[in-house]
């Protein structure tokens, strides 16, 4: 297919459909896990760390997702995710116990390396090169769109019910998703992609993924796990700031919910610029703009500078939708695409879980303020590192 005959909308419901539905679930309850935690007992830093053990979960899933998404289809690995998910949150709103309430949280994780994994790769394969930075900004702006909906959807619910309304809001999207996931066909590449995979299966292992793209994972890798570590704490960042201000729990989901509607708006254009000028033009500023707003987080004395900060650091957070991914699939091989992909989201996941426990170990040495302080002196080095690695636009060695 042509660039000029490509459209998004021919893939629009099998590929962002089920991704919506995903991101309203994760959307009602992530700015409720810190409050759960707390709720059970945890300290603000316990809290931190059970946010992480989130990440931890899909950290320690990247690899088995790209052999189940490559042997079993999209289309059940997005059912089995979205399955696993609502387990978990069924454990999370019924148990009493702190260290179930972590395992239901370390499930969190697991289905969201399936779910995403398995999206990222088939957009890879099926969009064409000069379409890939609009149709990932698109998947991931789609989720934000989730997350948007979600923590408004929350709000009402934990108005009425308390906190367990979240987790009835998620479980109702994720069997939404699941039930989507499972009569939509699978969008299985073929030909030569087709062919290519299972070259991939027989011939490419994880050992010789790691040895013939080295470079790129200890250069933008790096950058990629920065900036994984910095989007995951924020995630911790806004509620627990919201608590030690002492505001409400409902008004913590509509500030993280005002904060997901600034991501919401800016995705397709960010997509649209790294398309047509290069990765570069939106990366910098993303972190840039992310870590001003963490540093200045700190002098938020009420719901509406807390606001401020919020929605500043979602604009930065926004421009980056898709940033990742289509660094990674620009790097990515032909042939065995679907493990560079998972060692790919395995480094960012790494920063995903290494970014709130840094927090966590933070803010029980120090204090709150000086681990978000932290947190935005990294997103301005995740931004110098991805400015010097990341390919000039025309550049003939990427993106493929």
């Not at 700015?31 to 990440?55: D, F, K, N, T, Y």
């Not at 930075?133 to 698109?138: E, F, G, I, K, P």
């Not at 963490?294 to 002098?299: D, I, S, T």
């Not at 120090?366 to 990341?390: D, E, K, N, R």
Request: glycine share 12%.
């Amino acid at each position: 297919m042509s660039d000029d005959d490509f459209s998004l909308r021919r893939i629009a419901l099998p590929a962002f459909g089920p991704t919506l539905l995903f991101g309203i679930g994760e959307g009602a309850i992530l700015p409720i896990i810190p409050l759960g935690a707390r709720e059970l007992g945890a300290s603000p830093s316990l809290a931190a760390l059970i946010v992480a053990l989130m990440g931890l979960g899909a950290l320690v899933s990247n690899i088995p997702a790209s052999l189940i998404t490559m042997r079993r289809g999209e289309r059940w690995a997005i059912v089995a995710a979205a399955l696993w998910s609502v387990l978990a949150f069924v454990l999370c709103a019924a148990t009493g116990s702190l260290a179930l309430f972590t395992a239901g949280c370390v499930m969190v994780g697991m289905s969201q390396a399936v779910f995403s994994l398995a999206r990222q790769s088939y957009l890879t394969e099926a969009v064409p090169l000069a379409w890939r930075a609009r149709a990932l900004s698109t998947l991931g702006g789609t989720m934000r769109i989730g997350l948007f909906i979600g923590p408004f959807a929350a709000a009402a619910a934990i108005h009425r019910f308390g906190l367990v309304g979240a987790y009835g809001v998620g479980i109702v999207a994720l069997l939404g998703a699941a039930l989507i996931g499972a009569r939509v066909p699978d969008l299985a590449a073929h030909g030569a992609a087709a062919a290519g995979r299972q070259a991939d299966a027989a011939r490419i292992t994880l050992g010789s993924t790691l040895r013939d793209h080295r470079r790129v994972f200890l250069t933008l890798g790096v950058g990629v796990v920065l900036v994984s570590a910095v989007r995951a704490t924020r995630q911790a960042v806004i509620p627990l700031w919201a608590d030690h201000l002492g505001l409400e729990a409902s008004v913590a989901a509509l500030i993280y919910g005002l904060a997901g509607g600034i991501e919401m708006l800016v995705f397709y254009p960010a997509g649209q610029l790294m398309d047509r000028k290069g990765r570069r033009w939106v990366a910098v500023p993303c972190m840039t703009i992310m870590g001003g707003a963490l540093l200045l987080m700190p002098l938020a004395a009420g719901a509406t500078t807390l606001l401020l900060a919020a929605c500043v650091i979602g604009f930065g957070n926004g421009i980056g939708s898709g940033m990742v991914m289509t660094i990674g699939a620009d790097h990515s091989p032909r042939v065995g695409r679907a493990h560079f992909l998972g060692v790919w989201r395995l480094m960012a996941d790494i920063g995903s879980s290494c970014g709130p426990a840094l927090l966590s170990i933070l803010t029980a040495a120090l204090s709150l303020g000086a681990g978000v302080v932290f947190v935005g002196l990294m997103a301005l080095a995740a931004a110098a590192q991805l400015g010097y690695w990341i390919p000039r636009a025309g550049d003939a060695s990427t993106p493929r």
